[in-house]
């Protein structure tokens, strides 16, 4: 019997497995993969799909046009050696997303800890409230949700009915007040903690008791006990929480396009940078510069994301005793 090759070996070996990933491997190549190389490559063109005879390389311009507006320059030499403006609403999508993300993110992670804390004890139907507190994460990202949220919020709405209830009067439209507008969408972010709240509850079920057992004989009080035993042990479980939130939260869309009206609500409010990429590619048929926009929040994410990673060293604790 002849002796197989190692490659013709390895195949054989494993041809039920890879036939198994096969649906991955096609959905990976040709529904993620190639259109990630393919925007990448539109990233350095005038792409407009209504005139796609015209594309045209232009090399870094539309890089450009992101960096001038947050340079502060309203116009800039493009390589073919025209004038072009700046995008000059883009540092405004930036920072309503950095504002966004750095009030919500941190407020949704507390909110879902306490309440992990409060379902992880021995409470009579708390399996029932779990559930409860689960369901607005199942809701939260629907249009519906949305357009609930914006009524709940407008002059008329719920909120300012309650409001008036208790004495408060001059009330303003939540919504429609660039002042308050942008935080109504972060109290929607919060209220969808169900998802870290379950992960947090799963991590504080794996903290032995005995530890608290032991801080109590030693005389240390609830408080104590929390931020000596139970946020170092639950360290872990809190990156993981807030790396994948962060995430999420880049690239939120549906709630400010919804409340927002599709426009980023009153003075720019609510533009969040998913929403001003989406204005940019489909109403205004700039495909190339919002694929370029698309690859610039995915170095954003990215960058955000491995510093987490690299201070984890000073607050994370895998019990190695290091």
Known sequence: ??????TAKFFRNNAVAYMFLTPWLLGFFVLTLYPMLYSLRLSFTDYDFTQPD????????????????????SKFTSSTGEEMRVDRYYKKSLSVTFTYVFISV???????????MLMNQ??????????????????????????LWRKLFEKDGLVNDFLGTLGFTNLPSWITNPEYSLYTLVLLTVWQFGSSMIIFLAGLKQIPQEYYEAASVD?????????????PLLSPVILFNLVMQVIYAFQSFTQAYIIGGGKGGVLNSTLFYTLHL?????????LGYASAMAWVLLLIIGGITGMIFISSKWWVSYGTGE
């Open 1 to 6: 019997m002849r002796n197989m090759s190692g």
């Open 106 to 116: 941190p407020l949704k992670l507390v909110v879902a800890l306490a309440v992990a």
């Open 122 to 147: 021995k409470l009579r139907g708390v399996s029932f409230y779990r559930a409860v507190y689960y369901i607005p994460t199942l809701l939260g990202g629907s249009v519906a949700i949305a357009v």
């Open 54 to 73: 015209s594309t045209q390389w232009i090399g870094f311009d539309n890089y450009r046009k992101m960096y001038g507006s947050i340079i502060g320059e």
């Open 278 to 286: 989406y204005i940019q590619g489909w109403t205004y048929h700039e």
């Open 219 to 231: 005389g240390a009080g609830k408080t104590r006990q929390f931020f000596a035993i139970t946020i």
